[in-house]
């Protein structure tokens, strides 16, 4: 069998002029810009994933009396240490999305006035699963101590 890419005219010639050849085969190629795009894709879906890819563990520590909150994102862990004195309040906010849907935030605020976490657009919980965990912290952690 011949083989000629799609520029190879004499390739074409030489099978005509050969009747003992069953067949020809002609390659065009034009993958080239596959690749290119396909990198451009590979690379963008990446980077979104990598924005998108954060964990937040919030540790409850009664034996240190402490709040440790690990914000973790692609092999880089941030990690703040509050004491449990500190602590004002943990409540379930509510809010609505640009769209005007209703949702709620668990959300720790400080004595200072400071809160903590960042507010996470999604409906994955429900309300009452929110709540749940707010009561199921407020009784591990205990009467948080009064304002002084």
Known sequence: MAKAVSNANSAKLKFIADPNQAALQIAINNRW??????????LGGLG???TLYRQTLYRFDRTFGQLIIERHNLGRVRRNTYSLSSL?????????TGDGDPVTHVAIFLR?????GR???DNYYSRAERAAV???VNTFVGPLPPSP
């Open 48 to 50: 979104f994933w990598a």
């Open 119 to 121: 507010k996470a657009y």
């Open 112 to 116: 200072d006035g400071t809160r903590l």
């Open 33 to 42: 810009w596959t690749y290119p795009l396909g990198g451009v894709f590979a």
């Open 134 to 136: 707010i009561q199921q």
């Open 88 to 96: 004002q309040a943990l409540v379930l906010e509510e809010s609505t």
